[in-house]
C-alpha cells in the first residue's frame, strides 16, 4: 500500500472516530453545552485538557524549537507545564466551587461590575482569537503536506470537521473528542520516539536516552552532540547562550500565561467536585508530561540524525553528494521546508554555521563558501519517522496526531469565544430573558460564528500570526491570570480595583508590544527598533506577561485600599469559594 | 458553611500548604534549572550537568509531584476541617 492511502485511511479513520463521538455526546442543555454537565472524569478531563492545551505548537515545532537552541529553550519545557501547578494551587479548585460556566463570568461576579466582566471578554476574545488563527493555519499545513490537497482546501476540510463536532456537542462533544485526539496524538508522537531513542542509545525511553550513551561513538549522547554542533560553528548545545536573565523572564511569561488562558481554565468547570478539579489537574501534566519528557530528546536526537546523515563520516570528514542523499530529504525538498543550494559547486552538501565570523577560516580552509541547506523546524518532528527509517504507517499516525493537536486546541479556543459571546454578552448583558433553548441556540450560533471568522483568518492569515502569540501569552499574564488570582485570595479588591487593575495590564503590555512590535502588529509602525539595546530594562516583549501582570496587581490593591470595601455579600462569596463544601452540580440562573 | 474561626483555620492551613508548594515550584524550575545552575555544574549527568537535567526533565517531575501531593493534602485538610464535599 502507498504512502498516500495510508495516510488517507488513518486521517480519514480518526476523522470518523471524531464524528461518531460528536453524535453520541450531543449537548441537550446549556449546562452540557457549557460544561459538559459537569460529568467528566477527572482522569478523561485530565486527558482533554491535555489535548486542548497541547496545540499544533506543542506536537510539531516544540522539539526543534528546542534543538535549535539546546539548553537555552528549556523555557518552553518549564514554562508550559510550570503553569499548571499555579492553575492547580491558585485557580481550579476555586473556580470550579464557584460554579458558573465563563470565566468573565466570575469576573463579574467576584467584583459586582459588568465593565469587569466586559473587560475580561475582550481580553478573552483577543486571546483566544489570537491563538485560534495558528492551530488553523496548522491544520492546514498537515493537510497540504501528508494528503496532498491545496492548504486551502485542507482548511475547509478542517473547519466543517471542528464545525459538527462543536456545535452539536459544545463542551461534552468537545471534551470527549479530545479524549480520542489525545490518544491518536501521544501515540503519534511516542512511538517514533522510542525508535529513535532505540537506535541512537539503545534505551526505550527517550527522556532516559537523552543522557544515555550514544551507541555509535561511546561517548555520552549530549557530549557527542556538542561536539559535532561545534565542529561546525554553532554554538554548544548544553551550554546557555541567551542570558540568565531573559531566560527567567520568558519562563516565568509562559507560566503566567499558561494559567492564565481561559480555555484551559474552563476545561476545569466540567469535572463533578472540588477534589476533582485538583486531581484533574494533575492527571492534565501526567498527560501533558508523556510528550513534554520525550520533546527535548526527539530534538536532540533528530538534531544529531540531521548532522549526521549530512556527514556520514563524521563532521571532520566530506559531506554527502547531493545525489547520495537519503529518499526522506527528496521527499521534504519538494516541500520546500528543507532546501539545497551548492554555493560552492562541489556536489556535496555543507552544513555550518555560516553566521559565526570565530568559523570563517575554518570554513575557507575546508572549501566551504556557505551554508549550503537549510530546514524549518518543525520538520524534526514531521520528518521524524522518515529518519528513523520507520514503516509506512507510522508517518501516517504523525499526521493524524498533528491533525489531532491542532483541531482539538481549536475547538478548545472556540468554545472558550461562543461561551464568552453567548453567555456573558447574549444573557448577561444584551438579552438577559433569554430561555434556556434560546441561549443553546445562541451559543450554537456563536460558535459556527467563531468557525467562520477562525476560516476566514487561516485563509488569510495576517502577516503577524507569529508575533502575536507574545500577545495571547502576555495578555492572559496581565489580564485575566492577576485578576482571578485576587478574586480568590483577597476579600479587600473590589469593583473600582479590579477594573482600573486589568486595563492597566491590558494598555500597557499591548503598549509595549506595539513599541517594538509595531502598531496592533503594522510593519513599520513601530516607535522603536525591535532590539535588545532599547528594551525597557532589557525586558524583551515576549517576555513582558509578568511585568504586566504586576501593574495589574499594584494597580488593582493600591486603587481598591483607597475605596469603599466590596460589599457583604461578595465578601461571602469569597468565603463560600475558599471551602469545598456544598459544590454542588451545575448551577444554571 | 462552616463557623467563621474554623474557616479561617481551614484557609490559612491551605495557604501554608500553598506556600510551600510554591517554594519548591519556584526552587526546582526558576532556582535549579536556570539560577542555580552554575553552581550545579559539578555534579555530572549523563554529558551534562544536574542544571541542564532539572531544566528538561527534573522540574517537570517535581511539578507532577507537586499537584499530586497538594490534591492528597488537601482532601486530607478539607476532611479535618469537615468541610469536604
Known amino acids: 500500500m502507498d504512502q498516500y492511502t495510508l495516510n488517507l485511511i488513518f486521517v480519514g479513520g480518526s476523522f470518523a472516530l471524531y464524528i461518531g463521538i460528536a453524535i453520541w455526546a450531543r449537548a441537550g442543555t446549556t449546562a452540557e453545552f457549557y460544561a459538559a454537565g459537569r460529568g467528566v472524569h477527572p482522569v478523561l478531563n485530565g486527558m482533554a485538557t491535555a489535548a486542548d492545551w497541547m496545540s499544533a505548537a506543542s506536537f510539531i515545532s516544540m522539539a526543534g524549537l528546542i534543538a535549535a537552541v539546546g539548553y537555552g529553550n528549556s523555557t518552553f519545557l518549564m514554562g508550559w507545564t510550570g503553569g499548571y501547578v499555579l492553575l492547580a494551587l491558585l485557580l481550579a479548585p476555586y473556580l470550579r466551587k464557584f460554579g458558573k460556566f465563563t470565566v468573565p463570568e466570575f469576573i463579574g461576579d467576584r467584583f459586582y461590575s459588568q465593565k469587569a466582566r466586559m473587560v475580561a471578554v475582550v481580553s478573552l476574545i483577543v486571546i483566544s482569537v489570537t491563538y485560534v488563527i495558528g492551530q488553523m493555519t496548522g491544520a492546514g499545513v498537515a493537510f497540504s503536506r501528508f494528503l496532498e490537497v491545496q492548504s486551502d482546501t485542507g482548511l475547509y476540510i478542517a473547519s466543517a470537521i471542528v464545525f459538527v463536532y462543536a456545535v452539536l456537542g459544545g463542551m461534552k462533544g468537545i471534551t470527549y473528542t479530545q479524549v480520542a485526539q489525545y490518544c491518536v496524538l501521544i501515540i503519534a508522537y511516542t512511538i517514533p520516539a522510542i525508535f529513535i531513542s532505540l537506535q541512537l542509545t539503545g534505551n526505550p525511553i527517550p527522556g532516559l ?287 473600582m480595583g479590579a477594573t482600573l487593575g486589568m486595563l492597566a495590564g491590558l494598555v500597557v503590555t499591548c503598549a509595549y508590544l506595539f513599541t517594538y512590535l509595531g502598531m496592533f502588529f503594522i510593519p513599520g509602525t513601530n516607535l522603536l527598533e525591535n532590539t535588545a539595546s532599547n528594551f525597557l530594562f532589557g525586558i524583551p516583549p515576549a517576555s513582558f506577561g509578568p511585568i504586566g501582570a504586576l501593574i495589574n496587581f499594584g494597580v488593582a490593591y493600591v486603587v481598591s485600599m483607597m475605596t469603599a470595601q466590596p460589599p457583604q455579600d461578595v465578601q461571602d462569596l469569597v468565603e463560600s469559594i475558599r471551602v469545598p463544601k456544598g459544590a454542588g452540580s451545575a448551577s444554571n440562573h | 458553611m462552616a463557623d467563621k474561626s474554623s474557616s479561617n483555620a481551614y484557609w490559612s492551613a491551605n495557604i501554608r500548604i500553598i506556600t510551600v508548594c510554591m517554594v519548591i515550584w519556584f526552587v526546582a524550575s526558576f532556582g535549579l534549572g536556570i539560577l542555580l545552575r552554575p553552581m550545579l555544574s559539578g555534579i555530572a549527568v549523563g554529558g551534562t550537568d544536574l542544571g541542564f537535567w532539572f531544566a528538561q526533565q527534573g522540574s517537570i517531575l517535581v511539578f507532577l509531584g507537586l499537584i499530586f501531593f497538594y490534591a492528597w493534602k488537601m482532601n486530607k485538610v478539607d476532611a479535618e476541617h469537615g468541610v469536604e464535599e
Open chain 1, 209 to 495: 536516552g537523552l543522557f544515555g550513551t550514544h551507541l555509535e561513538s561511546g561517548l555520552p549522547l549530549l557530549t557527542k552532540l556538542d561536539q559535532v554542533v561545534t565542529e561546525l560553528g554553532f554554538a554548544q548545545y548544553t551550554t546557555l547562550n541567551t542570558s540568565m536573565f531573559n531566560m527567567f523572564l520568558f519562563t516565568l511569561s509562559l507560566m503566567i500565561g499558561t494559567a492564565g488562558l481561559p480555555h484551559v481554565i474552563i476545561r476545569f468547570f466540567t469535572v463533578p467536585k472540588v477534589s476533582d478539579a485538583r486531581w484533574s489537574a494533575g492527571w492534565a501534566l501526567v498527560f501533558i508530561s508523556l510528550l513534554y519528557l520525550s520533546a527535548p530528546a526527539v530534538g536532540a536526537m533528530a538534531r544529531l540524525n540531521v548532522i549526521s546523515t549530512i556527514y556520514p563520516q563524521g563532521t571532520q570528514s566530506e559531506a554527502v553528494l547531493y545525489e547520495e542523499r537519503p529518499q526522506w530529504m527528496r521527499n521534504w525538498e519538494v516541500t520546500g521546508l528543507l532546501k539545497f543550494e551548492d554555493k560552492n559547486g562541489d556536489g556535496r552538501i555543507q552544513f555550518y554555521n555560516d553566521k559565526n565570523e570565530g568559523f570563517t577560516a575554518t570554513a575557507t580552509e575546508r572549501g566551504w563558501a556557505g551554508s549550503e541547506f537549510t530546514y524549518n523546524n518543525d520538520i524534526l518532528v514531521l520528518a521524524n519517522p522518515e529518519i528513523a527509517q520507520l514503516p509506512g504507517w507510522v508517518i501516517a499516525l504523525i499526521a493524524a496526531g498533528g491533525l489531532a493537536a491542532a483541531l482539538s486546541t481549536a475547538a478548545g479556543l472556540l468554545l472558550a469565544i461562543s461561551s464568552a459571546i453567548s453567555h456573558d454578552l447574549i444573557k448577561s448583558y444584551l438579552n438577559p430573558n433569554i430561555s434556556e433553548k434560546g441561549e443553546l441556540l445562541a451559543a450554537r450560533i456563536s460558535m459556527a460564528g467563531a468557525i467562520a471568522v477562525a476560516t476566514w483568518l487561516g485563509l488569510n492569515p495576517p502577516g503577524f500570526a507569529a508575533q502575536t502569540v507574545a500577545l495571547a501569552f502576555g495578555l492572559a499574564a496581565a489580564t485575566i491570570f492577576p485578576s482571578l488570582m485576587m478574586g480568590i485570595f483577597s476579600k479587600r479588591v473590589n469593583s
